[in-house]
């Protein structure tokens, strides 16, 4: 177990070069001076003055010099202030200025990451646990009504697109119901938030809100996490009930479970101990990467729901054709999915043991 933790580990740092590779390669495509927002807030729109920060940031050095710029930062004088000092590099958390935020892009990460992290955490249980239910119910009641029903559900969920139930779901719960608004809180709430009084432990409102004494926090955030939950939830359902069905279909037919139920076992007792675990193998491949899609940002949800997480934001950067901020966000999302595929692999070991041989 432990070697195969230690193959997946000593393979990050050259999946992380590849990427970095890649990303660097896209941003060399950019002009001169639009790199300059990789060290500089201010581009000087002077071009004597902008040549000079050229020169100076080594945006005209060999490729190789200008990729360790890139990563460790490059000494250079502030054009306002006069002060020398070392601007850039991602490995030091500068991933540049973002145009489009009028911030640090790592500010802006900081800053939106949280709500991303927020939506994540209270959509994994419903999609999942759902899911994965949903699959097993089909595969138990095999062509019966249920099954049927279930199939059903299934094929709408991959037919419907995710802009279409977004907007639904806010025709009825939001413009006839007024029960689940947009955004992320209440007009009032966030006055509360953005208060003195309300400590920020982790800038995720409903967890901060049960950390503050502020139950009306809370379930004000819940309630407009209600709709981006859903609209997430639908198409995965639709996912996860159609592999764990399968799954357990497989399982239900090996002889391990014929022999169970000719012990005399009852159907439940073969179902949750025999079949049901073995069936879960690929479902545990394919939640990991439902989570680190989640962590990523879900850039149509968060956008039709006015939710202020890192998806939205990249949204906002694109239709700015604001490319150095896209890039800052498509790094920073890299890293979050080869983390989550380490994860994944691990928990795929203790599931199987025999890919420990692998």
Same mark, same amino acid.
């Given at each position: ?23 660097? %390669?896209? !941003? ?16 000087? +729109? #002077? ?16 490729? *190789? =010099?200008?990729?360790? #710029? ?9 054009? #306002?202030?006069? +002060? ?7 490995? @030091? ?5 973002? +145009? ?27 999609? !999942? ?14 062509? +019966?009504?249920?099954?049927?029903? %279930?199939?059903?559900?299934? !094929? ?10 977004? $907007? ?8 006839? %119901? ?61 996912? $996860? $009930? ?15 479970? #014929? ?5 005399? %076992? ?6 949750? @101990? ?5 069936? $879960? ?18 850039? !149509? ?5 006015? *939710? ?14 604001? =490319? ?35």
């Amino acid at each position: 177990m432990y070697a195969y933790i230690l193959r997946r580990l000593l393979l990050m740092p050259l999946l992380l070069f590849g990427v970095t590779i890649l990303l660097f %390669l896209m !941003i060399g495509m950019l002009p001169e001076d639009a790199r300059l927002a990789l060290y500089l807030r201010d581009i000087p +729109k #002077n071009p004597n003055q902008a040549e000079t920060l050229i020169r100076q940031y080594g945006l005209r050095d060999p490729i *190789y =010099v200008q990729y360790a #710029n890139w990563l460790f930062g490059r000494e250079g004088q502030d054009p #306002n202030t006069g +002060k020398v000092e070392v601007r850039g590099g991602i490995l @030091r958390g500068d991933f540049g200025w973002s +145009k489009s935020g009028s911030d640090t892009i790592a500010n802006i990460i900081a800053r939106r990451f949280p709500a991303t992290v927020e939506l994540a955490l209270w959509a994994i249980v419903p999609i !999942i646990g759902i899911g994965v239910w949903m699959g097993v119910l089909a595969a138990v009641k095999h062509n +019966k009504w249920q099954d049927q029903a %279930l199939r059903v559900f299934s !094929i709408v969920g991959y037919s419907f697109p995710v802009f279409v139930v977004g $907007l639904l779901l806010l025709m009825i719960f939001y413009a006839r %119901l007024q029960w689940f608004p947009p955004g992320r809180l209440s007009d009032w709430a966030s006055i509360v938030v953005n208060g003195p009084d309300f400590i920020r432990y982790t800038g995720m409102n409903t967890f901060d809100g049960v950390l503050n004494g502020r139950l009306d926090i809370f379930f004000d955030a819940g309630r407009h996490l209600v709709l981006p939950i859903i609209s997430l939830a639908y198409i995965q359902w639709a996912l $996860l $009930l159609k592999i764990t069905r399968s799954s357990m279909l497989e399982s239900l037919r090996q002889d391990y479970v #014929n022999t169970a139920r000719a012990k005399g %076992l009852a159907e439940k007792i073969v179902v949750n @101990r025999h079949a049901r675990p073995n069936a $879960l193998i690929p479902v545990v491949t394919v939640s990991g990467f439902v989570v680190v899609g989640l962590l990523n940002g879900v850039i !149509i949800t968060e956008t039709i729901f006015n *939710y202020p997480g890192i998806g939205s934001v990249a949204a906002q950067a694109a239709a700015q054709l604001d =490319v150095l901020t896209v890039l800052g966000f498509t790094l920073f999302t890299g890293v979050i999915l080869l983390a989550g595929n380490l994860v994944v692999d691990v928990m795929y070991a203790v599931v199987d043991p025999r890919v420990r041989l692998s």
